[in-house]
């Protein structure tokens, strides 16, 4: 089974701080996604990599950046969090670019920016 | 421009009582694929079903089936027997061979009533 893993369920910052939210998949899953989702709004899509070192922003990139400098590995970077960061935010994985596979998820970080 | 739409904020539902949530999506492309997931109240996103824009018959896989209907451009999913723990969040969500990335619609809360 793929196993997608979010560092923290539940995290509390304060409004500034640098704020990394990490994700690591087991399944030497090509790509990797970070959502924010957030009521009434569904998931929207913040920043997704299709291979180490290579990102590409989502619909919603601003206030974020991300780091892929392994594989397994995908973290979302809060530069300096601000209160409308608070979310849940969600990290996926799936194989290449052929073929329609499904992403799998972490149990998601719920963030709380103070 | 691709999307999915869901238009039942929420539904209530007698436990035993089969179920329809309704999606509908909007792509150009010919080859795409659509997926439902079910997010519980603890936040992890389950992936239950996949639809294949070339498939024939409809997925089913347990007591979800996937109503395809690709002249209607719609995807319902179908549970059957409905149980308390059906109780949750349910996102479409559509993949094209475009790109790796899959458009979520909003969301159907679903209850089902003892």
């Known amino acids: 089974d793929v196993k997608v893993t979010q560092s923290s369920r539940y995290l509390v910052k304060r409004t500034g701080e640098k704020v990394f939210l990490e994700c690591v998949q087991d399944m030497d899953h090509e790509n990797m996604f970070w959502y924010r989702q957030d009521p009434g709004l569904g998931l929207r899509l913040i920043y997704f990599s299709y291979d180490v070192k290579m990102k590409e922003k989502g619909d919603i990139p601003e206030g974020y950046s991300v780091s892929r400098e392994k594989k397994e590995r995908f973290s979302l970077i809060l530069e300096s969090a601000s209160t409308n960061q608070t979310s849940m935010y969600l990290c996926?994985?799936?194989?290449?670019?052929?073929?329609?596979?499904?992403?799998?998820f972490g149990d998601g970080t719920r963030l709380s920016i103070l | 421009a691709q999307k999915i739409t869901q238009t039942q904020p929420g539904m209530f539902v007698q436990e035993k009582e089969a179920v329809t949530l309704d999606c509908t999506y909007d792509?150009?492309?010919?080859?795409?694929?659509l997926f439902w997931y079910k997010q519980p109240s603890s936040g992890e996103m389950i992936f239950l079903i996949y639809?294949?824009?070339?498939?024939?018959q409809n997925a089913t896989e347990g007591r979800y089936s996937l109503n395809f209907q690709k002249a209607r451009k719609s995807a319902n999913l179908v549970i059957s027997a409905s149980q308390l723990g059906d109780s949750a969040m349910y996102f479409c969500?559509?993949?094209?061979?475009?790109?790796?990335?899959?458009?979520f619609g909003k969301g159907t809360r679903l209850h089902i009533l003892p």
């Open positions: 792509t150009s492309d010919q080859s795409y694929g």
């Open positions: 639809q294949g824009s070339y498939d024939e």
């Open positions: 969500a559509m993949k094209t061979n475009r790109d790796d990335k899959i458009i």
């Open positions: 996926a994985s799936n194989g290449g670019m052929r073929g329609v596979q499904p992403q799998h």
